[in-house]
């Protein structure tokens, strides 16, 4: 069948071409759960938490979670609805050298009750900015 017909002068084809894009394109959607852009800062008493990690677990206990890095202390990742469990983790040099490894050794120096025995909490979804600051504190 010819995309145009010169008898009538109509493009006669374009129905199959039509359906064949609507079908591609519906193909080329997003899959997956809905995500929703998250951000903030995370300060370390008062100055920004150089170089860390951020995780944001599902507070059901559910294995998924979503996570970003946090650089110069803002941190933004997209992360699935719901109430979320807030990790944060951070490391920085001791000043002391590794013998075995001969380069600078690290310590994390994030408490406990900010990642592994979290006390902080958040709720993503579509009722909320989805921006939370972390102003952390400790020795």
């Excluded at 995780?55 to 890095?69: L, Y």
């Excluded at 920085?92 to 050298?97: A, F, N, V, Y």
């Excluded at 050794?105 to 709720?123: C, G």
Aim: glycine content about 10%.
């Amino acid at each position: 069948m010819p995309f145009f017909s010169a008898r009538n002068g109509k493009h006669a084809g374009f129905a199959p071409v039509l359906l064949i894009l609507a079908l591609f394109e519906s193909g080329c959607q997003k899959a997956g759960p809905t995500t929703y852009e998250v951000s903030g800062m995370v300060t370390w008493n008062g100055s920004p938490i150089t170089d860390g990690q951020i995780t944001f677990e599902a507070a059901d206990g559910s294995p998924v979670a979503d996570s970003g890095a946090i650089v110069a202390g803002k941190y933004r990742f997209l992360a699935k609805p719901g109430k979320k469990r807030v990790l944060i983790i951070a490391t920085r040099e001791t000043g002391k050298i590794d013998p075995v490894m001969q380069a600078s050794t690290r310590e994390s120096y994030i408490p406990e009750k900010y990642n592994t025995q979290t006390t902080l909490f958040v709720q993503v979804g579509p009722e909320s900015t989805n921006q939370w600051d972390f102003p952390l504190t400790g020795k």
